[in-house]
C-alpha cells in the first residue's frame, strides 16, 4: 500500500493553473524523484503535501486518510513530513543544535537535555555533532544541508521530502549530499525528491517522474526517457539536462 | 557653594529621571512587542486599530498628551499617579515609535525560515516568539537605542507633574542661587553621564546577545 498517494491533484493560483491533475505514488520506504522544467509547479506540488499550499481539487491519501479534507489537523500532518529546503532555510540565531532541538522542544514537549540528546544523535548520524555551537553562517552549505536533514530527522517524519536540495552547492557538495540521502535511503527512510540535477535524480532512483505544465506527464527509467521517449519535448529534457550534469 | 556642590544638588533627581526613563522604555518596548506582534498574527479587524494607534501616537507632542493623561483624566474621576502618567504618555508614544522600529526589523527576518518552522509543525505563535522576534530585536537595536535615547532627552517632562527629576532640582537651585548657566551646564553634564551608562549597558546587551551573520546593518 502507498504511504503517499496523489490523486488528480489541481492547483490554481489566479487564474494560472500551476497543477493541472497531478497522480503520483509514493510506497513506504521507496524513493520517488520528481523532476521537471523550471515553473513547471515541482514545489507547489510538495507544498500542497504538507498544506503549505491549499490545493484548489483532487486528493492527497497519507497513510489512508485524505489530508486534503479541512478537519485534517495540519499541524499533525507536518510533523509527519520532513521538509528539507534547497536555501537550507535554517534558522540565523540559534546554534546547529539549537536549530534541531526547537521544534523538539516547543512541538514535541521534550526537555532540554531530552532534545539536545536526540538532536545530538542525529547531528552524529550526519557528522555535524563536533559542528554543534556554530551558527548557520559559520557552516559550509553542505554542512547547512546536513543541518537541514537533521532537523527533520529528528522530527521522526514518516517521509523526507527534498526541494531541489542540491541546486545552492557547488558540485561536490552536491555529491556529499547526494550520497546522505542515499544512504537515508538504505536506512530504509521514505524519500521525495524534486530535482533539477539529473546526477542527484539518477544516483537517487533508476525511475523519474517527469512533472511538465502541472501534470505527471512521464515515470520511467533514465534511460527510456532520454532514449526511448515518444515525446520529443521529454527526451530533449533529460538530454539537456544530461549534458549540463 | 562650588561646581561640585551643583553637581551634587542635582544628583538628587538622578534616581528619579532614571527611574522615568527605565519605566517608559520599558513601557515603550512591550507596547512596541505587543503592536508588531499583533499586527503580525493578522488578526482580523485589528490591523486598523494598530496602524490607528502607531498613526496617532506618533503625531502627538508628549506634552499634550501627558497633560491630556495627569490633568485631563482625572475630570473624569481617574486620578492618575504622575510616573504613571508618563509611561501612559511618553511610554505610549515610544511605543508607537518602537513599533515602527520593530515593522521594518521584521521585513529583515527571512521568509524561509518561517516556512521551514511551518512545515515543521510550529504555530503562528511559536514562530512570532521563537523565531521572528529574537531576530527582529537584533536587527532593530540601534533604532531601539535611539528611541530610549529620546525617552531620556523626554524625561524632563515629569518635572511638569511634580516628579523631582533632575531638572526639577536644577529650577529650584537656579532660582535660589540665581546661577543658572552653571546649573544647566551641570545638568547637561549629568544628562550626558546617563547617556552613556545607557548605551554602555544596552552595547553590552548587544554583544552578548550578538550572532554571528546576523549583525545589524
Redesign the interface.
Given at each position: 500500500m502507498a504511504l503517499i498517494e496523489i490523486n488528480n491533484l489541481v492547483k490554481v493560483f489566479d487564474k494560472q493553473t500551476v497543477l493541472a491533475g497531478v497522480n503520483l505514488s509514493l510506497v513506504e520506504g521507496d524513493v520517488k524523484v520528481v523532476m521537471g522544467p523550471s515553473g513547471c509547479g515541482k514545489s507547489t506540488l510538495l507544498r500542497c503535501l504538507n498544506r503549505l499550499i491549499e490545493p484548489t481539487s483532487g486528493t492527497i491519501i497519507f497513510r489512508g486518510e485524505d489530508i486534503t479534507k479541512p478537519e485534517v489537523d495540519v499541524r499533525a500532518l507536518r510533523q509527519s513530513i520532513g521538509f528539507v529546503f534547497q536555501q537550507f532555510a535554517l534558522y540565523r540565531h540559534l546554534t546547529v543544535l539549537e536549530n534541531v532541538t526547537l521544534a523538539l522542544r516547543k512541538i514535541r514537549g521534550m526537555s532540554r537535555s531530552e532534545a539536545k540528546e536526540k538532536a545530538l544523535h542525529e547531528l552524529s548520524r550526519l557528522d555535524m555533532a563536533i559542528h554543534c555551537d556554530k551558527y548557520p553562517s559559520q557552516i559550509s552549505g553542505g554542512q547547512k544541508q546536513r543541518v537541514a536533514l537533521a532537523r527533520a530527522l529528528a522530527m521522526d517524519p514518516a517521509v523526507v521530502v527534498f526541494d531541489e536540495p542540491t541546486s545552492a552547492l557547488d558540485p561536490i557538495m552536491s555529491r556529499e549530499v547526494a550520497m546522505l540521502i542515499k544512504n537515508l535511503h538504505r536506512d530504509n527512510v521514505t524519500i521525495m525528491c524534486v530535482t533539477h540535477d539529473l546526477l542527484l535524480g539518477r544516483y537517487l532512483s533508476e525511475r523519474v517522474a517527469f512533472l511538465d505544465h502541472g501534470i505527471i506527464k512521464a515515470e520511467d527509467t533514465f534511460e527510456n526517457l532520454c532514449n526511448n521517449h515518444s515525446d520529443p519535448q521529454i527526451r530533449s529534457f533529460f538530454e539537456r539536462e544530461a549534458s549540463t550534469s | 557653594m562650588s561646581f561640585l556642590d551643583i553637581v551634587l544638588q542635582l544628583i538628587q533627581g538622578v534616581n528619579y529621571t532614571v527611574l522615568v526613563t527605565l519605566t517608559c522604555s520599558a513601557t515603550g518596548l512591550v507596547v512596541g512587542l505587543i503592536v508588531v506582534g499583533l499586527r503580525r498574527l493578522s488578526f482580523p479587524g485589528l490591523r486598523f486599530l494598530l496602524d490607528s494607534f502607531t498613526y496617532i501616537f506618533r503625531a502627538i507632542p508628549v506634552l499634550v498628551l501627558l497633560f491630556m493623561v495627569y490633568f485631563g483624566l482625572p475630570m473624569s474621576g481617574l486620578k492618575v499617579p504622575p510616573l504613571l502618567a508618563m509611561a501612559l504618555s511618553l511610554g505610549l508614544i515610544a511605543g508607537a515609535y518602537i513599533a515602527e522600529v520593530f515593522r521594518g526589523a521584521l521585513d529583515l527576518v527571512?521568509a524561509?525560515?518561517i516556512?521551514?518552522?511551518?512545515?515543521?509543525?510550529?504555530?503562528r505563535l511559536?514562530i512570532l516568539i521563537?523565531?521572528e522576534f529574537?531576530?527582529m530585536i537584533?536587527f532593530a537595536f540601534p533604532g531601539m537605542v535611539n528611541e530610549f535615547t529620546t525617552v531620556l532627552k523626554y524625561s524632563p517632562f515629569a518635572y511638569t507633574v511634580g516628579i523631582p527629576e533632575i531638572t526639577k532640582q536644577a529650577m529650584n537651585l537656579a532660582s535660589t542661587t540665581m546661577r543658572g548657566i552653571e546649573i544647566y551646564f551641570a545638568v547637561g553634564i549629568l544628562y550626558f553621564v546617563i547617556y552613556r551608562i545607557f548605551l554602555a549597558g544596552l552595547q553590552l546587551l548587544e554583544r552578548h546577545y550578538r550572532?554571528?551573520?546576523?549583525e545589524p546593518k
Open positions: - | 527571512d524561509s525560515e516556512i521551514a518552522a511551518q512545515s515543521m509543525g510550529m504555530s511559536q521563537s523565531i529574537p531576530q537584533r550572532v554571528p551573520g546576523l
